[in-house]
């Protein structure tokens, strides 16, 4: 297979590049308040984390869960980002919300469950924002990279690849966490990589070994779904960290990083 052309990193998203680094990505699954936001958000500015992630408008599996707060829900991220200069990352369901989410969005994610939406994937491809793409739970690299063509085919080269956890014969666990498949697109992309061990595990108290695995590859960036109170979340209760769980985790993962030759930001 041909090594994929090295995305140009759009401007405020140029450090989750193919660097030193690896970036922090991290907040909860479902922004619910101001308060809640406001909270993680104090967390992340002690500990020098700029890049905010948080759902809006949430694609579900049941019509009976918590499908975000939609417009208010970007208000109040917004309100984030200038409160504490961060970088918001959010997903966009569908065509119809695009435009509203890439008002606030800094980067926008295309979700696991939107991976073969070929509208969406070319609508991205024609706005000036970096996309997070989210593999698909059923599918193979290959179709992951063919649905980041998509995109930038439209001439948006601005991807980052993310591998969240593909279904497997395994069943105590959300998913399983492909990192065969994050070292085969290490090597045959040039698209910076981010691992959401979050999705994967599915439960909290398997994400740090995840994260410092994946670390421990040389990964661009890891995303953390982080809340101040987990069990009273409104959706993903059982795989949030909290504030403190969360820290002890980014304590963590500086030495294994420095013993690669990265820096954690």
Known sequence: MDRVMRPRPYPYFIMISRTEHTTIIAGPCAVE??????????????LGITHLRGGCFKPRTSCNTFRGL???????????RRKY????????????HLDEVAETADIIQIG???MFDNDLLLACG???????????????VKELVSAAEFISSRGNDDIILCERGIRSFENNTRFTLDLCG??????????????DPSHAMGLAYGIPDLARASVAMGIDGL??????????????ARQQLDMRQFEALYTSLLPIAKAIGKTII
Not at 70 to 80: D, T, V, Y
Not at 131 to 138: D, E, G, H, I, P
């Open 126 to 140: 024609e706005l000036k924002k970096t996309v997070v793409l989210k593999r698909n739970f059923a599918a193979t």
């Open 33 to 46: 308040s101001y308060g809640q936001m406001d909270t993680v958000c104090q967390t992340l500015h002690r």
């Open 223 to 236: 995303m953390i779904e982080i809340h101040p109170e987990p069990s009273k979340a409104l959706s993903d």
């Open 85 to 96: 200069s961060l970088t918001v990352i959010t997903e966009v369901r569908d065509t119809k």
């Open 182 to 195: 994050v070292s085969w697109l290490k090597e045959n992309t040039q698209f910076p990589i981010i691992v």
């Open 112 to 114: 696991a469950k939107s």
């Open 70 to 80: 939609g417009s208010e829900g970007l208000r109040i991220m917004s309100e984030m």
